[in-house]
């Protein structure tokens, strides 16, 4: 049972990275997805999620506009395109099927597993 995670890196600002999260072991259509991120001397943050189907996704406001999240149950990934990235956005980014500390869609079922995390690194 576990997420990888991959496709972090360093990027210039205003470049773009897209983030995968490999699910194994566990039924993942059932649940919702979700981003997190670590600033470095900050707490974790949720940074968007997505219901089991697909359906409906919420981001935190400093993204919006600028990340989607996304999901394939066939291949069972889910994915985080981040486009004009700044260097606030540099921290590790966790994927989880877990609720986190509010569950970003209440109602939903989540399943309580993280990512080892990716680092991305927005710098000129």
């Known amino acids: 049972v576990q997420l990888v995670e991959s496709g972090g890196g360093l990027v210039q600002p205003g470049g773009s990275l897209r983030l995968s999260c490999a699910a194994s072991?566990?039924?993942?259509?059932?649940?919702?997805m979700s981003w997190y991120r670590r600033a470095p001397g900050k707490e974790r943050e949720l940074v968007a999620a997505?219901?089991?189907?697909?359906?409906?996704?919420t981001y935190a406001d400093s993204v919006k506009g600028r990340f989607t999240i996304s999901r394939d149950n066939t291949k069972n990934k889910v994915y985080l395109q981040m486009n004009s990235l700044k260097p606030e956005d540099t921290a590790v980014y966790y994927c989880?099927?877990?609720?986190?500390?509010?569950?970003?869609?209440?109602?939903?079922?989540?399943?309580?597993?993280w990512g080892q995390g990716t680092l991305v690194t927005v710098s000129s």
């Open positions: 997505i219901t089991s189907a697909g359906a409906r996704t």
């Open positions: 072991g566990f039924t993942f259509s059932r649940y919702v």
């Open positions: 989880t099927s877990a609720p986190g500390s509010r569950s970003p869609f209440p109602g939903y079922k989540y399943f309580e597993l």
